[in-house]
């Protein structure tokens, strides 16, 4: 799962105590395991490798520069869904042939500067971004590949509704059933070709059975493109393969695998180009919010522990109500290696994890059965690697925290923590001519 363990009570991060990394990096941070992160995608490559996958880790959901270089480094290609991340995975030495531009809002300044590092492929989400596409490339005088988004309908029900993207009326991609006219409308433009299809029906996907369902109706529209003359030869299945937010409650890779090689590899073996775009999967188990206590409170019939970080820093639980697994750093003879989040038992009881943003949303738990904490004790939130920092926030004038990654028993600081002068770094008077 990861390198995150129990050692006589007290939390490691691989070879390394993390109370020693907070006492030294200070409270709160995110601290990532270069190994896991490692592993959890030459596991990912291997589980799908009859497929000679070009794998695209999706950096929306982990942006730090040494994240991303530490995954091109193991030949990882990027996901993207913004200038700014397609700059990131250059900066990180990503290939720009392995990059992927997908998002339904890509401004002109985006398409050129994608055009001009001349990335691998262009997921495209409406008929006007094509003409638009089509335009600027034709300006640049460019040619490039492109993929229609192509919404299956189908999802898991499991998936929480705001991170369903593969029903039909999503404001993601086009129907399927306008696939085919989109087809014969853009096939034959000349800057760009129209050469693939991509799906992404939502994230986190707990089994494989919406993949096959999505990956069955896709198959049978490539077979029909084909009676008329379009010949698809990239098939980008997405991302969304979930992560253990608890340990076992997701499929492993091989699940997935031995549900989608299997209709995949025909194709392959024809010529078809595959492409996967994990994100949490990837990136999720490696990396933990370490927090501190700050203050014990009593309301009504409730418990609080107020912390030191909250939804400026981790807003999933506000968000999607997520539920993240949680523990103290030092556990005094309380383990839940199983990381069960209902856990109940002696010697635990019932806390609201609460943050110090002025939001009643501004929770990280509710109702979560813990050991006894006091005032400075360390609070480590689990599976924080995936929309975690990338998704943190200055709400309140709060700075965002440092991040750290350990790699065996070295540890290195991956970005510092920001000072009251970086909130204001930006804030200039100049003016503006109209």
């Given at each position: ?31 990532y395991s270069a ?258 206590v700050l203050y ?129 770094r930006s804030d ?7």
């Amino acid at each position: 799962m990861d390198y995150f363990h129990y050692k006589e009570g007290k939390l490691f991060c691989e070879e390394v105590p993390v109370e020693a990394i907070v006492k030294a990096a200070g409270s709160p941070c995110y601290i990532y395991s270069a190994n896991t992160l490692r592993e959890h995608y030459r596991k990912f490559y291997k589980a799908f490798s009859a497929l000679d996958p070009l794998i695209c880790f999706s950096i929306k959901t982990c942006n730090n520069l040494h994240i991303i270089q530490e995954l091109v480094a193991e030949g990882s290609g990027i996901d993207t869904v913004s200038g700014g991340e397609i700059f990131l995975a250059r900066k990180a030495g990503a290939d720009a042939r392995n990059i992927v531009f997908a998002g339904i809002g890509k401004t002109d300044e985006e398409i050129l500067f994608a055009l001009d590092q001349e990335i691998g492929i262009f997921n495209i989400e409406s008929a006007e971004e094509f003409e638009n596409l089509a335009r600027l490339a034709k300006m640049r005088n460019k040619k490039v590949d492109a993929a229609l988004r192509v919404t299956p309908d189908v999802v898991d029900e499991k998936t929480h509704a705001k991170t369903k993207t593969g029903y039909k009326g999503s404001k993601f991609g086009v129907d399927i059933d306008k696939a085919i006219q989109f087809f014969n409308t853009y096939g034959k433009d000349t800057h760009v070709s129209l050469c693939g299809i991509h799906i992404h029906i939502g994230s986190p996907i707990y089994s494989p059975a919406p993949y096959e369902i999505a990956i069955k109706k896709i198959l049978s529209l490539i077979e029909e493109l084909k009676q008329q003359g379009h010949a698809v030869r990239i098939f980008d299945i997405g991302g969304g393969y979930s992560a253990d937010y608890e340990k076992g409650k997701s499929a492993s890779y091989e699940d997935f695998a031995a549900v989608i090689v299997p209709l995949l590899k025909p194709y392959v073996e024809k010529g078809m180009k595959i492409i996967l775009e994990p994100g949490r999967t990837i990136s999720g188990n490696s990396g933990i919010l370490v927090s501190k206590v700050l203050y014990r409170k009593e309301g009504g019939h409730k418990k609080f522990i107020i912390i030191d970080t909250g939804m400026h820093h981790l807003i999933r639980p506000a968000l999607y109500d997520a539920n993240h697994f949680m523990w103290p750093v030092v556990s005094d003879g309380i383990s839940n290696e199983g990381r069960v989040v209902d856990e109940k038992g002696e010697g635990l009881q019932a806390y609201d994890v609460v943050g110090p943003i002025c939001e009643s949303s501004d929770y990280l738990a509710k109702d979560r059965y813990l050991p006894e904490m006091k005032k400075d004790d360390l609070l480590a939130i689990f599976t924080a690697g995936a929309y975690g920092m990338v998704m943190s926030s200055n709400y309140n004038a709060t700075c965002k925290p440092a991040e750290i990654m350990v790699d065996k028993q070295q540890v290195f600081v991956i970005r510092e923590r920001e000072t009251y002068e970086d909130l204001i770094r930006s804030d200039k008077k100049s003016t503006l001519t109209v």
